[in-house]
């Protein structure tokens, strides 16, 4: 079946420590995206990409970086810098970008901060 | 003004009963309406797509008021499993422009 797998499910950080949450597709989408979403809040995007070996800044990218060598595959690494990286990060994809377009998830990374 | 508005609730209603919610947006250039549900701690899954003329599907009933800027989402003979929260998701073109609501949180009551 095709789906989003995210990986880790849990992930907790030490102070200072960079972490890498995994986001593979396989539903051939060009598109995809990482969401972060704290308790009573909407999801906030984070990075997108609309094609291979390009990408975007969302809202809150400080403090994040990811990178889009392959079609499937779209990491997020949450860096020293992001002073408050507990949330649960969602991974999203489209097949493309035009209006109307559905994201579909992955099941989601919960981070926390030892 | 938050630019996606939705009241969080808890909404709890018993079972078979029909309920409904409203989301109001403030771009008035959107154009890419959508409802998913969220279980908690799990990821959101499209429900239904939200068209100018309204839509259906089963129990489910999405509304567009272009004028008022809102949508709303109707559920007729709620079931327990309804039970979830519902997020409504407007952009004004492509999928990297959608903005999440924060969500109404749905307790279907036995």
């Known amino acids: 079946d095709g789906g989003i797998t995210q990986s880790p499910k849990y992930l907790f950080r030490k102070e200072g420590q960079n972490v890498t949450l995994s986001c593979e597709q396989n539903l051939n989408h060009d598109a995809m995206y990482w969401y972060r979403q704290d308790p009573g809040q909407g999801l906030r995007l984070i990075y997108y990409?609309?094609?291979?070996?390009?990408?975007q800044k969302g809202d809150i990218a400080e403090g994040y970086s990811v990178s889009r060598e392959k079609k499937e595959s779209f990491p997020l690494t949450v860096t020293s810098a992001q002073k408050n990286p507990t949330a649960f990060y969602l991974c999203a994809s489209s097949m493309g970008t035009i209006k109307g377009e559905k994201l579909f998830f992955g099941s989601g990374t919960q981070l926390s901060v030892l | 003004r938050k630019e996606v508005e939705q009241d969080p609730g808890p909404f709890n209603v018993p079972e078979g009963a029909t309920v409904a919610f409203n989301c109001t947006y403030s771009n008035s250039a959107s154009q890419s309406f959508f409802w998913y549900r969220q279980d908690c701690r799990k990821e959101p899954k499209l429900l239904m797509s939200v068209y100018s003329s309204g839509n259906e599907d089963g129990r489910f009933t999405a509304q567009l008021n272009r004028a008022s800027q809102y949508i709303s989402l109707l559920i007729r003979d709620s079931k327990l499993s309804d039970s979830a929260t519902y997020l409504c998701?407007?952009?004004?073109?492509?999928?990297?422009?959608?903005?999440f609501g924060q969500g109404t949180r749905l307790t279907i009551n036995p």
């Open positions: 998701v407007v952009g004004p073109g492509g999928a990297q422009k959608l903005v």
């Open positions: 990409s609309q094609i291979v070996n390009d990408f």
